[in-house]
């Protein structure tokens, strides 16, 4: 590139050297054919103004040749050099580029490297894993294997148990719904649960149903019988009675005692003091006094003793005795417990606590609403199904 400059240079040098060789020439043609003109005419002293004329443009022609040649010259240096300088830029970011396609040569094959080995342990890992499900899996078998012997040997020990019992399906269905007769007996007398006792009823009924003998439709029969008994017993709501006995127990805190208006103080004369009537007044006084420390009031009723106001809690915490002395009766079906415990906190509440305040008002009402409230139904006899079940199976063993 650097030649291909100076060649380029080298031109218009000889452009310019050309240029003031052909105006020297032509001030050397003007001087001569001055020089002959100036000789015809005489005048040697035209032909030296001439001859100086000739010699400036001469001396004019080089400097203006040289200063062309200079500036050509320059000019094409300076185009070199820019050149050249662009070129040593263009080499250095090709030798950047080289070093960072290296550099990312070297990042791609340390990357593959570790892909490799990356690769490596995931199939390392599997193999692990395919290892430990193939262990587990055959664990499994075994443990279900194992199990599957064990079913089998407990389905044998129960077909022999089964054969020795020697019990047919009749049998085992006449013993449930003794059961179930059983238990409906036991929940009504004992514990008084009369829907218990209607379910376990309508179970042996269906029990009796599936099976279908014919000998046991008169066990349906009188089935059928105690069930609509029962669904006719009236149903006791228990869970709100206790309920609401509970809640007059926590309604008890907040209720006013009974308070008796103490004896009016009668007031005292008042009297006017004079100087001259001290000794008089003293004895008034005296005599006031003593008339103070004894009164007599004739009262009509019979008043009831006052209470002290750390009896409070003495007192409410009795009727709260009442109160769930009477819920644990209901619970346990005594009825002459729940209604005497409801009539010791009626009582209670009159004679201690203040009849005119509207809560004590409110729990008395309600304490005479629960002893209005029915809390014992009358039961029906459901003993003859499991009478007449037995009289049907005592005629099978016969037969």
């Given at each position: 590139m650097t030649e291909s400059i100076e060649s380029t240079a080298e031109p218009d040098s000889g452009v310019a050297t050309s240029s003031a060789e052909s105006v020297a020439t032509k001030a050397e043609t003007v001087a001569a054919g001055v020089t002959p003109a100036a000789a015809s005419s005489g005048s040697r002293g035209?032909?030296?103004?001439?001859?100086?004329?000739?010699?400036?443009?001469?001396?004019v022609a080089f400097l203006v040749a040289g200063y062309l040649w200079y500036q050509s010259e320059v000019s094409a240096k300076l185009e070199a050099g820019k050149k050249?300088?662009?070129?040593?830029?263009f080499g250095q970011q090709l030798a950047a580029g080289?070093?960072?396609?290296a550099e990312l040569k070297s990042k791609q094959e340390m990357l593959t490297a570790a892909q490799g080995e990356l690769r490596q342990q995931l199939l390392g890992q599997e193999a692990k894993l395919l290892d430990t499900l193939r262990d587990d899996k055959r664990q499994r078998?075994?443990?279900?294997?194992?199990?599957?012997?064990?079913?089998?040997?407990?389905?044998?020990?129960?077909?022999?148990?089964?054969?020795?019992?020697?019990?047919?399906?009749?049998?085992?269905?006449?013993?449930?719904?003794?059961?179930?007769?059983?238990?409906?007996?036991?929940?009504?007398?004992?514990?008084?649960?009369?829907?218990?006792?209607?379910t376990a009823l309508r179970l042996a009924d269906q029990r009796l149903e599936d099976f279908g003998d014919p000998q046991f439709l008169p066990v349906r029969k009188v089935l059928a019988g105690e069930i609509a008994k029962l669904d006719a017993v009236?149903?006791?709501?228990?869970?709100?009675?206790t309920l609401r006995l509970a809640g007059l127990a926590g309604a008890v805190d907040g209720l006013p005692l009974l308070r008796q208006a103490r004896p009016e103080d009668t007031?005292?004369?008042?009297?006017?003091?004079?100087?001259?009537?001290?000794?008089?007044?003293?004895?008034?006084?005296?005599?006031?006094?003593?008339?103070?420390?004894?009164?007599?009031?004739e009262i009509d009723q019979t008043r009831k003793p006052l209470l002290m106001p750390e009896q409070h809690y003495f007192v409410t915490e009795n009727?709260?005795?009442?109160?769930?002395?009477?819920?644990?009766?209901?619970?346990?079906?005594?009825?002459?417990?729940?209604?005497?415990?409801?009539?010791n906190a009626k009582t209670w509440i009159a004679d201690m606590f203040d009849n005119s305040d509207a809560a004590v008002k409110s729990l008395l009402t309600e304490v005479d609403a629960l002893l209005a409230e029915p809390v014992q139904a009358e039961l029906p006899d459901i003993s003859g199904s499991l009478a007449a079940l037995r009289e049907v199976v005592s005629l099978r063993s016969v037969q």
């Open positions: 035209a032909g030296l103004v001439l001859g100086s004329i000739a010699l400036l443009i001469s001396i050249e300088t662009q070129l040593m830029g080289s070093e960072r396609t078998s075994t443990e279900i294997d194992a199990l599957r012997a064990e079913f089998q040997n407990l389905s044998d020990s129960v077909s022999k148990v089964y054969q020795q019992l020697n019990r047919s399906l009749g049998s085992w269905t006449v013993e449930e719904v003794e059961q179930l007769l059983l238990l409906a007996n036991h929940r009504l007398q004992l514990s008084r649960n009369v829907d218990l006792a209607t009236t149903r006791i709501d228990m869970p709100g009675l007031p005292l004369p008042e009297v006017e003091l004079e100087a001259t009537e001290r000794v008089l007044n003293a004895a008034r006084e005296i005599w006031n006094d003593l008339r103070g420390l004894v009164r007599v009031k009727l709260k005795i009442a109160l769930n002395s009477a819920q644990f009766a209901l619970l346990r079906d005594d009825t002459e417990a729940y209604q005497r415990n409801l009539i």
